[in-house]
């Protein structure tokens, strides 16, 4: 499943247009995104946690080369543990239940009009 593929399933499943879930999908992966490059773990309980690990300065071999050792120098990386819902959708390889409100935008009240009562009905006071 692309980004494309994933705006279209969220759409239909939640009712939103696709216009606000793209944009409400690229909010996310920015977030995310900015809050691991300050250092800082994500948690979508139940889904898994995005964290920052620091990797160590090693000694490699070259692949072109094998006889070749090469230095790996030490470097930041993201890193993702799946939680215990998203361990427990891949092993039974059914998906978990949908437990989302979508809250539809209130209805406009019609705009009273100032036209004379028909003939025959009765006005209140």
Request: glycine content about 8%.
């Amino acid at each position: 499943m692309n980004k494309s593929e994933l705006v279209d399933a969220v759409a239909r499943t939640t009712g939103l247009s696709k216009a606000d879930v793209d944009r409400a999908i690229k909010g996310t992966i920015y977030n995310v995104s900015a809050a691991l490059s300050r250092g800082e773990k994500v948690t979508f309980v139940g889904f898994g946690t995005f964290e920052r690990r620091d990797r160590k300065a090693r000694m490699g071999v070259n692949p072109q080369r094998p006889t070749e050792k090469i230095k790996i120098p030490a470097k930041k990386a993201p890193a993702f543990s799946a939680g215990s819902e998203l361990k427990a959708a891949v092993a039974t390889g059914r998906a978990p239940k949908l437990s989302i409100e979508v809250k539809k935008a209130p209805m406009m009240k019609a705009a009273k009009s100032k036209s004379k009562p028909k003939k025959g009905s009765k006005r209140r006071r």
